[in-house]
């Protein structure tokens, strides 16, 4: 059972435009909803994270945007450039303690 | 911070044969750690949970006495491969949560196992 539904799963996007990747959970026992960046051959990164007592957050070009009542939370990537190509994990809580179960990733491609 | 470490990054063993790999807190407290497997173009499916000291708690359908997973420090978890199989050739990630947070996670740099 998927706990964790992402999408879209892969996305094209030009250099300088915005790239928006989306979010549904199902557990609401938890309030702690991160975006992971994984590069190619590499471990996944920590990039952003939120706590549901605020509706959106904000780190340089990267914005979370959560909808509690929606229980969807949306990764925003600003003027998106080819580095940023990679592949993005959002993750929710699962069982009765905080243990994340990681949506199916989607693959950013900027083109320059 | 929050530096987690992995050893080896590549390796190859023939079947049949047990390979170990290292997982290490550098500069934290582990006090739990996650072990994930991950095959091309996939997502991160996670094995198993360990918190120092205790037993490793498996997810549904992973062998625990093929994928032996041993955290004896808050700095150091391992997992070996038993037996190795060719499928069990994969991508395998580790991550650690500290004291300080019951949420955030860090992860290692992740191992490529080839089994020949």
């Known amino acids: 059972q998927q706990q964790v539904k992402q999408s879209p799963q892969s996305l094209i996007v030009q250099k300088g435009g915005i790239s928006i990747i989306n979010c549904a959970y199902e557990?609401?026992?938890?309030?702690?909803f991160p975006w992971y960046q994984q590069f190619p051959g590499k471990g996944p990164a920590l990039l952003i994270a939120?706590?549901?007592?605020?509706s959106e957050k904000k780190e340089g070009r990267f914005t979370i945007s959560f909808n509690k009542s929606a229980k969807q939370f949306s990764l925003h990537i600003m003027d998106s450039q080819p580095g940023d190509s990679a592949t993005y994990f959002c993750a929710g809580p699962s069982g009765g303690s905080y243990i994340p179960t990681f949506g199916r990733g989607t693959s950013l491609i900027v083109h320059p | 911070g929050a530096v987690v470490s992995q050893h080896p990054s590549r390796v190859i063993c023939k079947s049949g044969t047990s390979v170990k790999i290292e997982c290490r807190s550098l500069?934290?407290?582990?006090?739990?750690m996650f072990w994930y497997r991950q095959f091309p173009k996939k997502s991160l499916m996670l094995m198993a949970t360990?918190?120092?000291?205790?037993?490793?708690?498996?997810e549904q359908g992973v062998e625990k006495d093929k994928f032996l997973i041993n955290h004896a420090s808050l700095t150091l978890s391992t997992l070996t491969v038993t037996s190795a199989h060719p499928e069990d050739s994969s991508f395998y990630i580790c991550?650690?949560?500290?004291?300080?947070?019951?949420?955030?996670?860090?992860f290692g740099p992740g191992t490529r196992l080839t089994v020949t």
């Open positions: 991550s650690a949560r500290g004291l300080s947070s019951s949420y955030e996670q860090y």
């Open positions: 360990s918190n120092e000291g205790s037993k490793a708690t498996y």
């Open positions: 500069d934290f407290q582990a006090t739990t």
């Open positions: 557990n609401t026992a938890f309030d702690y």
């Open positions: 939120i706590r549901p007592d605020v």
